[in-house]
């Protein structure tokens, strides 16, 4: 297949471009992610000195929340979500699955 050396062109400068833009985001959410971090910290840190006040001039010991980091693994949340797309019947039949006469599913492992 060939194609014209304009759209050639074209093509390889918006790949550049999707690139670039790529990068600058990618440096953007790690800067995100760092002050998220840093001020995640910092309340905690201002949370746990406002319960040591308390603690000190009332003489009342209050629990202190903490805010900790998500979970970035998102395998788990991925497969325990429910898909409700046809496999197709090779993948269903990988999986056990199959159909009878009357067109219901049955399992073919049993």
């Known amino acids: 297949m060939?194609?014209?050396s304009?759209?050639?062109v074209e093509l390889s400068n918006a790949?550049?471009?999707a690139e670039g833009q790529t990068h600058a985001l990618v440096v953007q959410?790690?800067?995100l992610n760092t002050t998220m971090d840093w001020m995640?910290?910092?309340l905690n840190q201002v949370e746990q000195e406002r319960a040591d006040l308390i603690e000190k001039y009332m003489g009342v010991k209050i629990q202190?929340?903490?805010?900790e980091p998500i979970s970035t693994d998102t395998s788990e949340v991925l497969n325990q979500s429910v898909s409700?797309?046809?496999m197709g019947d090779d993948e269903a039949a990988r999986q056990g699955y199959g159909w009878n006469e009357d067109?219901?599913?049955i399992n073919t492992r049993n």
């Open 29 to 31: 959410i790690t800067a």
């Open 84 to 86: 409700f797309e046809d």
């Open 103 to 105: 067109g219901e599913v």
């Open 64 to 67: 202190v929340p903490q805010i």
């Open 40 to 42: 995640r910290v910092r």
């Open 6 to 8: 304009k759209t050639f």
């Open 2 to 4: 060939w194609i014209s």
């Open 15 to 17: 790949r550049a471009q």
